[in-house]
C-alpha cells in the first residue's frame, strides 16, 4: 500500500472518531433524558391512577350512602319491612329502577337475613341469600372514608343474556327507625372490565391492564401506537442499535376486606425515546457520511502534499539506480523534506563525478589493455619478418647459390606478415572509428531474411532454419550495423560446426526470435561443440580468440553495436551440447 494511500485512511479514521464519539454521547444523553422523563411520567400515571381508583371506591360509597339515607322509596321499603306489611313481589322492580342512570354495574336490596328482595342487574335473583354481601352492608354500618369494599364475581344481564363479571361492591344498612337490627340493606357494585380500564387510561395517559390474582385479563385501554415516523430501513437499523419501542411498567395493587387482590398495570411505551434515537442515528450516519467524503477530499490534498516530493525523491532514486547521473533532483520542498533533497542532490553530484573518474579509469585501463594486446598482434609478425631480412642479408653476402630462391620465400613471407599486419591495423581502426548508429523500425523477419540469402546454400551437413513468431512489433535498430552484428554470429555458428573436432559431422544453426519484457530477443542457435566455461568470461574481450586465424575484435563490436542500441549480447554455451547468442532490442515507438 503506497504512503498516500495510508496517510488518506489515517485522516479518514482520525476524522471518523470524534464523529462516532460525538453520536454515541448524544444517544446516551437523550437515552438518559427520556429515560427520566418515562420515568416521571410512570410516576404521574401512577398517581393519576391511584387516585382515579380512590375517586371511584368513594363514588361507589357516596352511592350506597345516598341509597340508603336519601331514597325516599328505599326507605318505605325498609319501614314496610320493619312492619311487616311489605308486598314481596312489590319490592322486584325497585332496585332497577334505583340503578337507571345511575352507570352502576349491580345493585342489590338485602333483608334482615341476607336474602335479596330486589336485584336491579338480576331481577332473578329475587330470595337469593347472600351472607357474604349482608356482612359487607353490616361493615359498612357508620364507615367514613375507609369503608370496606368487595371484590368478587356476580352474574348481570347484558344483551338479553347473563354474564359473569368481577366487580367492585360496597354496601351500607338503611336504619329509618331506631332499632338495633336494620331491616334493609344497599350494595353497590360497578364492574371492573374495559370501561374502568379507560376511564384509567384518559386520567393517567398510560395504557392500562387489569387482572386477576391469576393473571387473568379483567379489561384494558391502550394508548394510540407511538412508533417513530420514518422508513422501514431506519426501524430496523434502529432496532438494530437497540432502540426498538418498549415500554416501562408500574402495578398498583386494589386489595378487598377479604384479601382478593386485583392489579391494574400501567404501561408507558418508549416509542418516542426510539424515535428521537432513530434520528440522532441518521443524523450521526448522515454526518459520518459528510465527514467521510470530506476526509477522504482533504486527507487526499494534504497526503499528496506531504507525499509529492517523497514521491518525487523516490522516481530520483529509481533514475540514479538506472544510471542518470545528469537528472536534476528538483522538488519543491520544505523542512526535512527539502533538507533530504538537498543531501540526495549533493549525493548523485558525488556519485556522478565518482561514475565519471571510474568511467575514465576504465578507458584508460581499456585502451592500456587493448593497446598491449595490439602491441602482441603486432610483435608478432615482427619476428618472422626479421628473420626473413636477416636470411637475405646472409644469403647476399654469401654469394649463395640459391639466392632468388632464397629471396623468393623470404619475400613472400615478409608479404605475408606485412597483410596481416594490415588487417589488424585496418580491425583496430574500425572498432575506433565504429560510427553511431542511425536507429529506424525494421522487423525482424527482414533482418532474418537479409541475414540467411547471404548464404544460400550452406556448407554440406549443416543447416540454417528460422523461426519467427507473428505479430512481432518492429525493432527500433540500424538495419545496417545489426545486419552485420547477425552475419559476424551465423559465421562464427558454422565455423563451429565445420571445425568441430568431436568426431561429429554437420549440424545446426537457427535464427529464432521471441518477446521479451526488455522488447524482442534474437537467438542465434547452433548444436556445435561448444565454448568452455572458462573462456566465457572473456568471450567479448577485444583480442581474445580460439580460433587460429581471428583478430579477436568481431564479438568485441558486435557487443558494442548492441550497448549502443540501447540492447544486450550475451551468451550461453555448453560443451559437448552448443552454444546460443542472445541479442536483446528494444521495439520501435508506436
Known amino acids: 500500500m503506497k504512503l498516500r494511500t495510508r496517510l488518506s485512511l489515517a485522516f479518514t479514521l482520525l476524522s471518523l472518531i470524534p464523529t462516532a464519539v460525538v453520536g454515541w454521547a448524544a444517544l446516551r444523553t437523550v437515552q438518559r433524558s427520556f429515560g427520566t422523563m418515562t420515568a416521571q411520567r410512570l410516576g404521574e400515571a401512577e398517581a393519576a391512577a391511584g387516585a382515579a381508583l380512590e375517586d371511584q371506591r368513594r363514588e361507589l360509597r357516596l352511592r350506597a350512602r345516598a341509597f340508603a339515607t336519601d331514597s325516599p322509596a328505599v326507605h318505605r321499603a325498609a319501614k314496610d319491612l320493619y312492619l311487616g306489611q311489605a308486598e314481596l313481589p312489590a319490592l322486584l322492580p325497585l332496585a332497577e329502577s334505583l340503578m337507571s342512570g345511575t352507570g352502576l354495574t349491580a345493585l342489590y336490596l338485602l333483608d334482615a337475613e341476607g336474602s335479596v328482595v330486589s336485584s336491579g342487574h338480576l331481577p332473578g335473583r ?186 518525487a525523491l523516490a522516481e530520483s532514486a529509481e533514475a540514479l539506480g538506472r544510471g542518470e547521473y545528469d537528472r536534476p533532483t528538483s522538488i519543491d520542498a520544505s523542512g526535512e523534506v527539502k533538507a533530504l533533497v538537498e543531501a540526495f542532490e549533493a549525493m548523485r553530484l558525488e556519485i556522478r563525478a565518482s561514475h565519471d573518474r571510474i568511467a575514465a579509469a576504465e578507458r584508460v585501463a581499456a585502451w592500456q589493455e587493448i593497446a598491449r594486446r595490439l602491441a602482441h598482434e603486432i610483435k608478432n609478425p615482427l619476428t618472422p619478418i626479421s628473420m626473413a631480412i636477416e636470411t637475405l642479408r646472409r644469403a647476399r653476402e654469401k654469394n649463395h647459390a640459391a639466392f632468388d630462391e632464397i629471396f623468393d620465400e623470404s619475400s613472400a613471407a615478409i608479404l605475408e606478415e606485412v597483410a596481416a599486419l594490415r588487417r589488424i591495423v585496418d580491425e583496430f581502426a574500425r572498432f575506433a572509428r565504429l560510427p553511431a548508429p542511425q536507429p529506424q523500425p525494421t522487423t525482424v523477419r527482414e533482418l532474418f531474411e537479409t541475414t540467411t540469402g547471404l548464404f544460400p546454400e550452406a556448407p554440406e551437413g549443416i543447416v540454417i532454419a528460422t523461426e519467427i513468431p507473428e505479430a512481432l512489433p518492429p525493432l527500433e535498430i540500424d538495419r545496417g550495423q545489426l545486419q552485420q552484428v547477425l552475419l559476424n554470429l551465423v559465421k562464427n555458428a558454422l565455423e563451429a560446426l565445420q571445425g568441430r573436432d568431436d568426431g561429429k559431422m554437420g549440424g545446426r544453426v537457427r535464427l529464432r526470435a521471441e518477446a521479451v519484457t526488455q522488447g524482442v530477443a534474437l537467438r542465434v542457435e547452433d548444436d556445435g561443440p561448444g565454448i568452455p566455461e572458462e573462456s566465457l568470461a572473456d568471450v567479448f574481450t577485444p583480442y581474445f580468440t580460439t580460433k587460429e586465424s581471428g583478430t579477436g575484435l568481431g564479438l568485441a563490436i558486435c557487443h558494442r553495436i548492441a550497448t549502443e542500441h540501447g540492447g544486450h549480447l550475451a551468451v550461453e554455451s555448453e560443451v559437448g551440447s552448443g552454444t546460443t547468442f542472445v541479442l536483446t532490442l528494444p521495439v520501435a515507438e508506436s
Open 126 to 311: 329475587f330470595g337469593y341469600p347472600e351472607p357474604e354481601l349482608l356482612a359487607l352492608a353490616r361493615a359498612g354500618a357508620g364507615a367514613g372514608e375507609g369503608t370496606t369494599f368487595q371484590i368478587r364475581e356476580i352474574e348481570v344481564r347484558r344483551g338479553g343474556r347473563i354474564e359473569t363479571v368481577v366487580a367492585a361492591l360496597v354496601g351500607a344498612p338503611v336504619l329509618p327507625f331506631p332499632r338495633s337490627e336494620p331491616s334493609l340493606h344497599v350494595v353497590v357494585g360497578r364492574a371492573i372490565d374495559d370501561g374502568l380500564a379507560e376511564r384509567l387510561r384518559e386520567v393517567s395517559g398510560a395504557s392500562v391492564r387489569i387482572v386477576d390474582a391469576g393473571g387473568r385479563t379483567l379489561g384494558s385501554a391502550l394508548q394510540p401506537s407511538e412508533k417513530p415516523i420514518g422508513p422501514d430501513w431506519l426501524d430496523t437499523l434502529v432496532e438494530a442499535a437497540g432502540g426498538a419501542g418498549g415500554a416501562r411498567l408500574r402495578s398498583i395493587e386494589v386489595r378487598d376486606g377479604r384479601g382478593e387482590i386485583v392489579e391494574v398495570q400501567l404501561r408507558i411505551g418508549t416509542a418516542l425515546l426510539a424515535q428521537a434515537r432513530g434520528r440522532i442515528l441518521l443524523g450521526v450516519l448522515v454526518a459520518a457520511f459528510l465527514v467521510l467524503i470530506a476526509s477522504v477530499l482533504l486527507g487526499g490534498a494534504v497526503s499528496a502534499r506531504i507525499t509529492r516530493p517523497v514521491t
